[in-house]
T-cell receptor, first 112, second 114 residues
């Protein structure tokens, strides 16, 4: 079935470091791909999305490119801040299943 | 205004009790969902309603019963609560059930069964 695999955390970085959180997916068709963020004690917020191959989603300095050839949607940020500390979820949507399927989440901790 | 609101935010209750979590969205969306987040942060869909009609029921015990009185509301009722029901429950909504549509989540309801 359709699934999402994320790198295990926690990822610990110093402020202003470069961030990459890997995400790969398995799907029988052409899903839309999403990154959601969950700050401590809060709900899920959409960070960015891409709906077709080679699309790049971007928001708040974060970027991810939909790579069909490698079935990946890695999240990147050039310079992280302490306020970016959160859990990041990669997710895919398939029209055939009518649901958003999440990866297991990756906790990011940014130290001053 | 909160787009997707859930109540209560925190709920502590004893095993065997029956409890409800309410959800309302003011986005005019046609589709609403319930997701469960376990202690390891793993998120999984439980139910989905489109125009008040159930379209997804993901092998959830029948102690869990969703109710959608109208398009803007999707409540979750849980009978005979068990310890394993302790989790965060997220309500969500989207405009239509198609690819690329953003799903908006509520802030979550933290349920603890003791």
């Amino acid at each position: 079935g359709d699934s999402v695999t994320q790198m295990e955390g926690p990822v610990t970085l110093s402020e202003e470091a470069f961030l990459t959180i890997n995400c790969t997916y398995t799907a029988t068709g052409y899903p839309s791909l999403f990154w959601y963020v969950q700050y401590p004690g809060e709900g899920l917020q959409l960070l960015l999305k891409a709906t077709k191959a080679d699309d790049k989603g971007s928001n708040k300095g974060f970027e991810a490119t939909y790579r069909k050839e490698t079935t990946s949607f890695h999240l990147e940020k050039g310079s992280v801040q302490v306020s970016d500390s959160a859990v990041y979820f990669c997710a895919l949507w398939m029209d055939s299943s009518y649901k958003l399927i999440f990866g297991s989440g990756t906790r990011l901790l940014v130290r001053p | 205004d909160t787009a997707v609101s859930q109540t209560p935010k925190y709920l502590v209750t004893q095993m065997g009790n029956d409890k409800s979590i309410k959800c309302e969205q003011n986005l005019g969306h046609d589709t609403m969902y319930w997701y469960k987040q376990d202690s390891k942060k793993f998120l999984k869909i439980m139910f989905s309603y489109n125009n008040k009609e159930l379209i997804i029921n993901e092998t959830v015990p029948n102690r869990f019963s969703p109710k959608s009185p109208d398009k803007a509301h999707l409540n979750l009722h849980i009978n005979s609560l068990e310890l394993g029901d302790s989790a965060v429950y997220f309500c969500a909504s989207s405009q239509v059930v198609v690819s690329g549509n953003t799903i908006y989540f509520g802030e979550g309801s933290w349920l603890t069964v003791v």
